[in-house]
């Protein structure tokens, strides 16, 4: 199983960012998908999660500017991130608890390969 994000890049604080997430391989089921992120010098940190259902959780610092969501037919995730600020700049992981076919049927956590944001005053 392979994540595979993007949509990083550079934008002025108050801009708007897509960042997409897609799973492939033997896939069986996607449980929980997420977005987490980590800043330089930080630790890594979840800011949005959502479940197969289409239930969703996100960070304090991210409600009401940033929105999860996913096709489960595509096993995409997405962020939408709108009114960005400096301190949302990091590199961008996605996440997902995968059921996979291989040699029988084993759920583990996957992670994606990583997208830059950067938020420029």
């Known amino acids: 199983v392979q994540l595979q994000a993007s949509g990083g890049g550079l934008v002025q604080a108050g801009g708007s960012l897509r960042l997409s997430c897609a799973a492939s391989g033997n896939i069986v089921t996607v449980y929980n998908m997420a977005w987490y992120r980590q800043a330089p010098g930080k630790q890594r940190n979840p800011v949005a999660t959502i479940t197969s259902r289409g239930d969703t959780n996100g960070a304090d610092s991210v409600k009401g500017r940033f929105t999860i969501s996913r096709d489960n037919a595509e096993n995409t995730v997405y962020l939408q991130m709108n009114s960005l600020k400096t301190e949302d700049t990091a590199v961008y992981y996605c996440?997902?608890?995968?059921?996979?076919?291989?040699?029988?049927?084993?759920?583990?956590?996957?992670w994606g390969q990583g997208t830059l944001v950067t938020v420029s005053s």
């Open positions: 996440f997902a608890d995968v059921v996979a076919q291989r040699f029988g049927r084993r759920r583990d956590d996957y």
